[in-house]
Every structure is written in structure tokens, then in C-alpha cells.
């Protein structure tokens, strides 16, 4: 079924040229209201004793250098019950405090899971690893109901929420994954998320987040499933990573396929590029330095350019947002990948981060609306 649909819609889509510093609109530009950073390891580099610091190398909070360069919306990944003790419930709502007296604004980002969810893997809790499907819909409800109110209660409601992280075939597998194209299962655990944001605040946006950036006939196979079944969302998020899901081209779009698909706004909630080649620790680069984009070398120049096209391409595509994904995660010993592990993992991502292995922001990286 998803062949199939892939090959339909791929031969219906008109082909769009741009070219990458300056993707022509074929239709009226947006503005980008949502200048966004995932800095879901900050806290735990902070708590190592990390500094960071401004591409003049005075020594300045993380969130004033971001927020000088743009930013004016933080992203937090939250896990159930991570090993490390870190991104659980607790250490979300001490940094969303951090977060807020800043004056940002706040997505939380759920991926019902102890660790990673992504495409290859959403794996439940350990705690619900047993349960129905209909015991998981009690769970969701109930675990985003409980994150939420308890941000509300300390005075840092969150803006927007994920129900998921890139759930192109679901999420708290097996029972939530799409088979066969059946979205019944899915559709029901998404309402309950969909259903207990609302209940704790009305205003807080629900994002559906899929790294569907690559294909149109996937986008459309995912989002059509979810709207057939019933789902309500108010934000169709995506990830965008060029390396892996293609040209400037492509994402333009899907953005603009989805916006007038679904009629709802869009924003690229995950995005990043690399100012290196360079690996500052011992864990192998998750990005190696050869996979570079659009003629942008591996430097901070090029870093700074390649998202300023992809913050173009999403603009002219009428998104309404674009996120960069943990800028702040250079590479601390002891903030590893892997919850299970964390200090005896390292940081793939030091080579993508905005600030260099030293704590130097790139000042050529800037949000711009």
C-alpha cells in the first residue's frame, strides 16, 4: 500500500526548481514565528560544569546566546524513566524554568519511551511494556496529562507539545506501530495525547512529528492515515536533515504539499548542520564529515549559510517555524548518547553542535523570522 501510494503521488507532483540561497516562492512567503533550539542536553552539561560562550569568548548563559542570535523557542524531549536521571519529568521541569524566566517559549517533546524514539525504534516504557492497547491509552493520557499540568503548576505551561517523536510507523510498539496501513491502533493513543493536552490547557498546540521530509508519498501516506482515523493536531512537524532526507527542493515540497494538504501550520522541528569534520571525543561523529550539502564545506561559515537556506526554503514553503536540534550538545565527558550509559558514552553530535568544543558560539548561525 505504501509503494504503491508512494508511486502515485510521485508522479503527480510537479517537480519545483530552486535554487538553494534563494528557493523561489510559488507562493507568498511566510514569516517564521517559531526561531527554534532543542537543548535537551544542556542540563546535564551545565551540571558537569560546562561553560559556554560568545563567538568573542566572554563566558554568557547558553539561552542569552541563543536567544541573541534569534532563538525565541526551546524544544525538551522528555523520557519516562531514563537510567541516567536525565530529560525524566524532574529535570524537564527544572530546565523549563531556566527556559521561561528567559522569556522563550516552550515544546515539549514526548517520546513515551525510556530512551531514543525515533523512526527505527519507539520502544514503550519499561513500565508499559506489558500493558493492552488500551491500557497504553490510559497511559498516555495520563503520563502527558501529569507532564503538563505539573509545568503548568509551577508556571511554565507549555506552548506546544510533540504526541510522539518521528512516529513515521507509530509509536509504543508492537501495539502502536501501523501495519498494513492500518492507522486504528496509532490514531487512538495520538487522540489521548491530543485529548490531555487540551484538558490541561486549551492554548498548548499539539505537533504530530514525523521525519517524512524526504517523501511527499510518505508524508501524505502518514498524515492521510491519522485524518482518516480521526486524529486531531493543530502543527504538522517535521525533521529535516539534508544528509539524510534530501535537497532544499524536496523540502520546500513537502512543506508546501502538507500546509495546503491539511490546512494547518508547519514547522521543521528538527534540523542541523555541521561546522567540522573534526570528532571531539571518543565517539564516532554521528554525521561524518564527508556528507556535506548544497556545496557548504564542514565549517562555521558553511554551517551558518546551509541554515540560513534551509530557514529560507521553509519560509518561501510557508512554514511558519524551523527548529535547530541540540545545538548546545558539544562534546563534556559524561554527556553521553545513551541514557543506560551516559558516562561511559560520548557525543556524536560535537561536529553538528553550534558552539565548537571549546564552548565558542558560531556568531555565522542565526535564527531570522
Known amino acids: 500500500m505504501r509503494t504503491s501510494v508512494r508511486a502515485l503521488v ?3 507532483l510537479a517537480a519545483v526548481t530552486l535554487t538553494a540561497a534563494n528557493p523561489a516562492p510559488a507562493q507568498a512567503a511566510t514569516t517564521l514565528t517559531m526561531l527554534g533550539a532543542d537543548v535537551s542536553s544542556l542540563q546535564r552539561t551545565l551540571d558537569l560544569g560546562g561553560r559556554y560562550y560568545t563567538a568573542s569568548g566572554t563566558q554568557a548563559d547558553p539561552y542569552d546566546i541563543l536567544k541573541g542570535a534569534g532563538a525565541n523557542y526551546m524544544r525538551l524531549r522528555v523520557w519516562n524513566n531514563p537510567a541516567s536521571g536525565y530529560n525524566n519529568k524532574a529535570k524537564v521541569l527544572q530546565q ?19 530512551t531514543w524514539a525515533d523512526p527505527g525504534k519507539q520502544y514503550p516504557p519499561a513500565a508499559w511494556s506489558s500493558h493492552s492497547l488500551s491500557q497504553l491509552q490510559t497511559d498516555v493520557y495520563n503520563y502527558t496529562y501529569d507532564v503538563c499540568t505539573a509545568l503548568k503548576a509551577q ?44 484538558a490541561c490547557n486549551s492554548g498548548t498546540q499539539v505537533m504530530i512529528h514525523t521525519a517524512d521530509a524526504d517523501s511527499d508519498a510518505n508524508a501524505r501516506w502518514f498524515y492521510d492515515g491519522i485524518k482518516a482515523a480521526g486524529v ?49 571525543d ?7 564529515g564527508t556528507t556535506t550539502c548544497d556545496g557548504q564545506p564542514a565549517t562555521k561559515a558553511g ?28 562534546a563534556i565527558k559524561g554527556n553521553g548518547w545513551d541514557p543506560a550509559n551516559i558516562n561511559g558514552t560520548g557525543d556524536g553530535w560535537d561536529n553538528m553542535a553550534t ?8 556568531s555565522a548561525v542565526k535564527w531570522t523570522p
Open 282 to 288: 571518543s565517539e564516532k561523529n554521528s554525521i561524518p
Open 10 to 12: 510521485g508522479a503527480a
Open 96 to 114: 523549563a524554568k531556566a527556559i521561561k524566566a528567559k522569556g522563550l517559549k516552550l515544546l515539549i517533546d514526548f517520546h513515551y519511551s525510556d
Open 355 to 362: 558552539f565548537d568544543a571549546t564552548g565558542k558560539f558560531n
Open 155 to 198: 508556571g511554565t505551561t507549555p506552548d506546544s507539545v510533540q504526541i510522539g517523536n518521528e512516529i513515521n510507523v507509530g509509536m509504543l510498539w508492537p501495539k502502536g506501530q501501523v501495519v498494513n496501513s492500518d492507522f486504528g491502533p496509532l490514531a487512538s493513543l495520538l487522540k489521548q495525547g491530543y485529548t490531555a493536552t487540551k
Open 232 to 280: 486531531s493536531w493543530d502543527v504538522t512537524a517535521l525533521s529535516y536533515y539534508c544528509m539524510w532526507h534530501g535537497t532544499l527542493a524536496n523540502l520546500y515540497n513537502v512543506i508546501a504539499d502538507v500546509r495546503s494538504r491539511y490546512g494547518k501550520p508547519v514547522v521543521v522541528v528538527e534540523t542541523a548542520y555541521m561546522y567540522t569534520t573534526a570528532d571531539a
Open 303 to 330: 554551517q551558518g549559510t546551509e541554515f540560513s537556506w534551509i530557514q529560507n526554503t521553509a519560509r518561501n514553503a510557508g512554514a511558519i517555524g524551523v527548529f535547530y536540534w541540540e545545538p548546545t550538545w558539544y
